[in-house]
C-alpha cells in the first residue's frame, strides 16, 4: 500500500466518523450552467477513472469533467492540461470537504478501491454533491445502507456505475423479460472471466480493499444481469469457489461459480474467474433463445437474439450513456435506474454466494 493511501486511509475513515456525444465548446465553463450541463469532479484518478470515466465525459451531452480529487499530486499536471481544468477544482483528500464551497462541481464521481468507496461519499454527500460510486457499492452490505441514509439526509442523488443498465443490448434483456416473447425464461448461463491472476494491482493483492477476487470486480456483472434479464430477484444461492495457483490473490478467491434459482422455476448457472477466458450472457426460454456474446466488455458487444444480431448504431461510450442519465435524474428530479438500493441488494447476494461457497449451504431469501 502506498504512502498516499495511507495516508488517504487514515483521513477519510476519521472523517467518515465525523459525519456519522459531439458538443459545444467542452471547455467554455461560463456557458455550461445555461447549457443546464452539470460538472463532475473524478475522485480518484487511477485506470478507470483517467482510461473510461474522463474520455467518456468528453462525449456526454448533460454532465462534464469539472474537476479532480486525487490523493497523487504528481498526476495533476497532465490532468489540468489534458482537460483544462483550473486550479480551483483541484482538490486533495485533505482539503476534498471545501469542495462544498464550488459551484463549479454539483456531482462526485468516487473511483476509489472498492473498501474506501464509504468513507469518500459519505463526504461528498455532505458537501452538498450528488454522487455516482462506482460498483460494487461497497465491501459489506452494511456500508451500503449507510451510504445511502448519507445521501437521503443530504437530499442528494445517489447512482452506483453499473454502466450496462443504460447500454442498448442490455437493456433490450430488460425489455424481453417483461414483453417475454418467446414465453416464459428456464435458464440463463453467464460468466465473465480474464486471465489476471499475474496482475499487481489492489484488485489482485490486498483483499482489505477489493472485498474479494473475480466476484466483487467482475462477476458482478453476471449477478446483476440475471436480475434484469428476468425482472426478479433470487430465492436461493448455492456456490462453489477454487484455487489452483496457491501463492497468488491472498485472501481471494481464483475462480467461483454459484447458481440462482428465482420463480417461476428459472435458474440461473454464473460464473467468474481470474484464469480463465469468458465473457457471455444467454437467456433459453420456452421458444427460443437471446443473449450478449461478448457482454461485458467496453466495446464490441454483440447480442443475438435467435441468431439474429441485435441491431445498435451506437459510438458513445457506456460511462458517457450512465452519466448522462444521472444528470438527467437530477436536472429532472426523476428516480436513479442503478440506484443505492440497487447496489446494496447486489451486496446481499454476493455475501450470500460466499456464504454458501465457504459453507456448502444453500442460502435461501
Known amino acids: 500500500m502506498t504512502q498516499n493511501r495511507r495516508k488517504f486511509l487514515k483521513t477519510t475513515a476519521a472523517t ?34 483517467g482510461g473510461q470515466v474522463a474520455p467518456a465525459l468528453l462525449e456526454t451531452k448533460y454532465c462534464y469533467l469539472a474537476g479532480i480529487v486525487t490523493g ?46 464509504m468513507p469518500f461519499v459519505l463526504r461528498a454527500a455532505a458537501a452538498g454533491k450528488h454522487v ?28 452506483i456505475g453499473y454502466r450496462l443498465r443504460y447500454e442498448p443490448r442490455h437493456l433490450k434483456l430488460m425489455e424481453l423479460a417483461k414483453t417475454k416473447p418467446f414465453g416464459k425464461i428456464q435458464s440463463i448461463d453467464t460468466n465473465f472471466s480474464f486471465y489476471g491472476i ?13 472485498g474479494g477476487g473475480p466476484l466483487m470486480d467482475i462477476g458482478i456483472y453476471c449477478l446483476d444481469a440475471c436480475r434484469y434479464a428476468t425482472g426478479l430477484e433470487p430465492l436461493s444461492i448455492t456456490a462453489q469457489k477454487y484455487k489452483t495457483v496457491m501463492d497468488k490473490l491472498p485472501g481471494m478467491e481464483e475462480s467461483i461459480f454459484w447458481q440462482m434459482t428465482f420463480d417461476d422455476g428459472i435458474v440461473a448457472n454464473c460464473g ?7 465473457n457471455y450472457i444467454w437467456i433459453s426460454a420456452e421458444k427460443g433463445n437471446y443473449g450478449i456474446e461478448p457482454a461485458f466488455s467496453y466495446r464490441g458487444l454483440v447480442g443475438k437474439i435467435k441468431d439474429q444480431v441485435m441491431e445498435d448504431t451506437s459510438t458513445v461510450r457506456q460511462q458517457a450513456l450512465q452519466m448522462d442519465a444521472y444528470a438527467q435524474n437530477i436536472l429532472m428530479d426523476t428516480e436513479v435506474v442503478a440506484s443505492g438500493e440497487h447496489g446494496k441488494q447486489d451486496m446481499i447476494y454476493i455475501e450470500a454466494i460466499y456464504e454458501a461457497a465457504e459453507t456448502g449451504k444453500t442460502i435461501l431469501f
Not at 467468474?272 to 469468458?278: D, H
Open 272 to 278: 467468474t474467474s481470474y484464469v480463465a477466458r469468458r
Open 72 to 117: 497523487s499530486p504528481e498526476k495533476i499536471p497532465e490532468w489540468q492540461e489534458k482537460y483544462n481544468i483550473p486550479d480551483k477544482n483541484v482538490y486533495n483528500y485533505d482539503n476534498f470537504d471545501s469542495i462544498a464551497d464550488n459551484s463549479d462541481i454539483d456531482i462526485v464521481y468516487v473511483v476509489t478501491p472498492n473498501a474506501l468507496h
Open 198 to 210: 499475474n496482475n499487481s494491482n489492489w484488485r489482485f493483492t490486498d483483499p482489505a480493499l477489493s
Open 16 to 49: 467518515s466518523l465525523s459525519l456519522g456525444i459531439t458538443m459545444p465548446n467542452l471547455f467554455a465553463n461560463q456557458h455550461r450552467k445555461k447549457e443546464k450541463r452539470l460538472g463532475i469532479a473524478i475522485l480518484g484518478l487511477g485506470g478507470y477513472g
Open 132 to 159: 455516482i460510486c462506482e460498483k460494487p457499492m461497497d465491501i459489506s452490505s452494511a456500508n451500503c445502507q449507510i451510504m445511502m441514509d448519507a445521501c437521503k439526509k443530504a437530499k442528494r442523488k445517489l447512482q
